[in-house]
Nanobody, 123 residues
């Protein structure tokens, strides 16, 4: 069964940058969409950025627009995060599924999840 593997998390100072990667493991996947989510302690996961793999259309939550960029290189999907802020500190997950435009940032729409990678931003 295909799994998703995230990497690239770490600790940076405010204003710094990180690039997260999400790659399939165990075989190729033919999912329609891939999203990046984050979870703050004690909170539910929120959609951060997502893409429809066939068209390249992207969606972002307002708080990361102009700072985060989702992109794809073959089977790997990236989340470039610039100008990081302490409030971006969270566990970040990638997820894949057959998700249409209107639900791209909706957690419940995705069927496969990675294990998560921690991002910590210090002030």
């Amino acid at each position: 069964q295909v799994q998703l593997v995230e990497s690239g998390g770490g600790s940076v100072q405010s204003g710094g940058s990180l690039t997260l990667s999400c790659a399939p493991s165990g075989g190729p996947y033919n999912y329609y969409s891939l999203g990046w989510f984050r979870q703050f302690p004690g909170k539910e996961r929120e959609g951060v950025a997502a893409t429809i793999l066939t068209t390249g259309k992207h969606r972002y939550i307002d708080s990361v627009k102009d700072r985060f960029t989702i992109s794809r290189d073959k089977a790997t999907v990236y989340l470039q995060m610039n100008d990081l802020k302490p409030e971006d500190t969270a566990m970040y997950y990638c997820a894949a599924g057959y998700v249409g435009w209107s639900r791209l940032l909706t957690e419940g729409s995705y069927t496969i999840w990675g294990q998560g990678t921690q991002v910590t931003v210090s002030s």
